[in-house]
T-cell receptor, first 114, second 114 residues
Framework: DVKVTQSSRYLVKRTGEKVFLECVQD?????MFWYRQDPGLGLRLIYF???????EKGDIPEGYSVSREKKERFSLILESASTNQTSMYLC?????????????FGNGTRLTVT | AQSVTQLGSHVSVSEGALVLLRCNYS??????LFWYVQYPNQGLQLLLK??????LVKGINGFEAEFKKSETSFHLTKPSAHMSDAAEYFC????????????FGKGTKLSVKP
């Protein structure tokens, strides 16, 4: 079974802090994604990566950056956390392909910025 | 541009009753459509997907969905609701030209009453 592990289930950070959200997958998937989930808004794509050292902006990249130095790990970085970044963050991975293959999600990191 | 609209942010049914969750899509090309489910405190998992092979798609846990091109719909149904079906359900469509990134609907939260 594919396992996507997000390092923290809950995080509380202060405004202005630099925040790292870590995601690791164990199935050698090429594609990895970071989504943000907010009530009434569904899932919105922040960044994705098709392979190591590759990254592309999603729909809401402002205020975020990412790092993919190893195939199994995809990190989301909030350079200077703000209260409007309080949200549930979901990481997902998928084999490389035409999009037909399913996304495998982690259990999410609930980030609160105070 | 591709999009999906889920009608009803909350649906409540009694145990044993029919479940019907509505999804309408907009796509300029034949769409790939998906339903994902999110149980409390978990990430999303794939319920089923439509890839043009058959209009009636069967998924896990007794769910199925029918692709209706004339109605641009992909509604999710289950004949008899179980308490364990209580979750949030997301419809998604592949974004055109994106190598398979998904656009998610805003979600429908299903409650099942005993």
């Amino acid at each position: 079974d594919v396992k996507v592990t997000q390092s923290s289930r809950y995080l509380v950070k202060r405004t202005g802090e630099k925040v790292f959200l870590e995601c690791v997958q164990d199935m050698d998937h090429e594609n990895m994604f970071w989504y943000r989930q907010d009530p009434g808004l569904g899932l919105r794509l922040i960044y994705f990566s098709y392979d190591v050292k590759m990254k592309e902006k999603g729909d809401i990249p402002e205020g975020y950056s990412v790092s993919r130095e190893k195939k199994e790990r995809f990190s989301l970085i909030l350079e200077s956390a703000s209260t409007n970044q309080t949200s549930m963050y979901l990481c997902a991975s998928r084999v490389h392909g035409d999009g037909n293959s399913p996304l495998h999600f982690g259990n999410g990191t609930r980030l609160t910025v105070t | 541009a591709q999009s999906v609209t889920q009608l009803g942010s909350h649906v409540s049914v009694s145990e044993g009753a029919l479940v019907l969750l509505r999804c309408n899509y907009s796509s300029s090309v034949p769409p790939y459509l998906f339903w994902y489910v999110q149980y409390p405190n978990q990430g999303l998992q794939l319920l089923l997907k439509y890839t043009s092979a058959a209009t009636l798609v069967k998924g896990i846990n007794g769910f199925e969905a029918e692709f209706k091109k004339s109605e641009t719909s992909f509604h999710l149904t289950k004949p008899s609701a179980h308490m364990s079906d209580a979750a949030e359900y997301f419809c998604a469509v592949i974004r055109g030209g994106s190598q398979g990134n998904l656009i998610f609907g805003k979600g429908t939260k299903l409650s099942v009453k005993p």
